[in-house]
Every structure is written in C-alpha cells, then in structure tokens.
C-alpha cells in the first residue's frame, strides 16, 4: 500500500521560506516521477512542480518558477519543494503525488497517488 507523509508547512510572513517534505512508501520511489500540488480555499487544486523519476528535469507553475525548488532523494524515498520568497497567494493546502509509470507532469491525472497535504499560510 502506497504511504505518502508530507511535512515542513507552517505560517511564515511574506518573504519568508519553507522547505516541504514528502516521504513516500510502499511503491519504488526511484522509478515514479514525483509532483507537488496545492489547494487555496475555494479554488481548483493546481500544479506546482514536478520532477523525473531520476531528478534530473523538473518543471514548474509559472507562478512559482525561480521561487520554487523540487529535489529528491532516492535514497530516502523523499522529495522537497524548497519554498523562497513566499507571498500570500502561495497560502494553500500542500500534497504530494506520485506520478503514473507513464505520464507527464503537469495534470492531476498524470499522478496516482496523493498525500493528504501540509498547511501553509503566508501572512502579509
């Protein structure tokens, strides 16, 4: 059974950084691509970032990128989004998601799995 823990939300001003953690089980980490979305109050849930399988491409929401920072670590079943320069519009419910053994990155339905998410709130 697929186990996905995402940490690392909490409030921050704007401006601030938060670094969030996925840690995922019971699926072969380093064969799923990996991805983050998130979920404002009364919005659609939307894609933040996404990385391959090996870490080596990753691909971001406009609205995030040069902010934002997806990593992973194989060896620890992990992957990170690394939050800077936070505004109050990043407020959302966090989750992780591992992808389909085929897939793209920027679709809810190129992922298969979902964490159940991470708060964070940006005040300004």
């Known amino acids: 059974q697929v186990h996905l823990v995402e940490s690392g939300g909490g409030q921050v001003q704007a401006g601030g950084s938060l670094r969030l953690s996925c840690a995922a089980s019971?699926?072969?980490?380093?064969?799923?691509?990996m991805g983050w979305f998130r979920q404002a109050p009364g919005k659609e849930r939307e894609f933040v970032a996404g990385i391959s399988s090996s870490g080596g491409n990753s691909y971001y929401a406009d609205s995030v990128k040069g902010r934002f920072t997806i990593s992973r670590d194989n060896a620890k079943n992990t992957v990170y989004l690394q939050m800077n320069s936070l505004e109050p519009e990043d407020t959302a419910v966090y989750s992780c998601a591992v992808g389909r053994v085929l897939g793209g990155y920027y679709a809810e339905n190129n992922y298969s799995y979902w964490g159940p998410g991470t708060q964070v709130t940006v005040s300004s």
């Open positions: 019971g699926v072969t980490f380093s064969n799923r691509a």
